[in-house]
């Protein structure tokens, strides 16, 4: 995911929030927020003003029943609805609540590998400890089963 920069002007605005102009001006005069000096805005106030704008748009239209209205309505509803989950990702990322996806999986593979090393020390330790066959392949299967007991648990089956 493409990091989001703590300050914009109304161009990469319009990128970042995938509207025109004149919403993203009518949302920042609705909201109060003043242009810095350098000619941006704080982007996550922003994104919070067009959030909390269409939040209030999706419960009056819902209040009003325009859910249940079938045709444009329903689709500008939805798409309404939708977006503000994107700003709601966007800012979540931009107050560092997320993290990305590849670094997530690698720590995944570290402890996988933590994991695997203490079961194979584990199984080490009860074949140097017992000369007993059966008790070794016991500890061996144990050891599988508690594996692929967490692969499913990482997999959410």
């Known amino acids: 995911m493409k990091a989001i920069p703590k300050r914009a002007n109304i161009t ?58 079938a045709g444009a309505s329903e689709f500008k509803f939805l798409k309404v609805d939708l977006e503000c989950q994107i700003l709601q990702v966007k800012l979540d990322q931009l107050k560092g609540q997320l993290i990305p996806l590849d670094e997530h999986f690698q720590e995944i593979r570290e402890y996988a590998g933590m994991v695997n090393g203490v079961f194979e020390k584990w199984i080490s330790e009860v074949s140097a400890l017992t000369r007993n066959k059966h008790l070794v392949d016991e500890a061996e299967r144990l050891a599988d089963m508690a594996r692929r007991q967490l692969v499913r648990a990482l997999e959410g089956k």
Request: hydrophobic share 30%; glycine share 6%; aromatic share 4%.
């Open 12 to 69: 990469e605005l319009e990128q970042l929030c995938n509207l025109s102009t004149n919403p993203i001006k009518k949302h920042i005069r609705k909201a109060h927020i003043p242009k810095g000096k350098d000619g941006k805005y704080n982007v996550g106030r922003v994104l919070n003003a067009i959030l909390k704008h269409r939040n209030q748009y999706s419960q009056t239209a819902a209040a009003n029943g325009k859910r249940e209205t």
